[in-house]
Antibody
Framework: QVQLQESGPGLVKPSQTLSLTCTVS??????????WNWIRQHPGKGLEWIGY???????YYNASLKSRVTISLDTSKNQFSLQLSSVTAADTAVYYC?????????????WGQGTLVTVSS | EIVLTQSPGTLSLSPGERATLSCRAS???????LTWYQQKPGQAPRLLIY???SRATGIPDRFGGSGSGTDFTLTISRLEPEDFAVYYC?????????FGQGTKLEIK
């Protein structure tokens, strides 16, 4: 059974770097059939795609966040991570990790439960 | 970047009624990469429809998707109490994802 679980600090100070990890079980992140995504949702708002990484290490980011985002893989731990630099209160959101299934219309078929990150001093 | 605009923002209906949700793209979208999700409060989104019209595993047949080009529709034929939620369309293009802003389906 595929499961994704986000982890990381729930509180980050302004100007610092937000760092989250997604631990994946039930499937290898080294597989060729998937992208590994980060998506966020501001309180009471819609979904915003942040970016994804492929097993090869290739990354694709939302243009509006590209200058501040890094997504990386740790295949030894079956994890992938998000770093978002120079955060402000506008980065307060629930952050989800999710899997894209390349062979099924690139759908986001498995999601973590989400983790709330608050940016505040 | 392709912008997806969903309408209406909020739809108030009663159980048993038919719901029609719209997703309009700022430019043509491949139907293969048009997806619908359902999100309930405090939960992650759930995959409903992919390829514009194919139901995901376990999704009841009262959910249907249609459309092509720039206009797509999610239809729920007979609303059940558990269907009241927020619905998002999403597209994949140029190696990137975009979401619509969502339609809230609420009980009238």
């Amino acid at each position: 059974q595929v499961q994704l679980q986000e982890s990381g600090p729930g509180l980050v100070k302004p100007s610092q770097t937000l760092s989250l990890t997604c631990t994946v079980s039930g499937v290898s992140i080294s597989g060729t059939n998937y992208y590994w995504n980060w998506i966020r949702q501001h309180p009471g708002k819609g979904l915003e795609w942040i970016g994804y990484i492929y097993y090869s290490g290739n990354t694709y980011y939302n243009a509006s966040l590209k200058s501040r985002v890094t997504i990386s893989l740790d295949t030894s731990k079956n994890q992938f991570s998000l770093q978002l630099s120079s955060v402000t209160a506008a980065d307060t959101a629930v952050y989800y990790c999710a899997r894209s299934r390349i062979t099924l219309s690139r759908v986001l078929d498995y999601w973590g439960q989400g983790t709330l990150v608050t940016v505040s001093s | 970047e392709i912008v997806l605009t969903q309408s209406p923002g909020t739809l108030s209906l009663s159980p048993g009624e038919r719901a029609t949700l719209s997703c309009r793209a700022s430019q043509s979208v491949s139907s293969s990469y048009l997806t619908w999700y359902q999100q309930k409060p405090g939960q992650a989104p759930r995959l409903l429809i992919y390829g514009a019209s194919s139901r995901a595993t376990g999704i009841p047949d009262r959910f249907g998707g249609s459309g092509s080009g720039t206009d797509f529709t999610l239809t729920i034929s007979r609303l059940e109490p558990e269907d009241f939620a927020v619905y998002y369309c999403q597209q994949f293009g140029s190696s990137r994802y975009t979401f619509g802003q969502g339609t809230k389906l609420e009980i009238k």
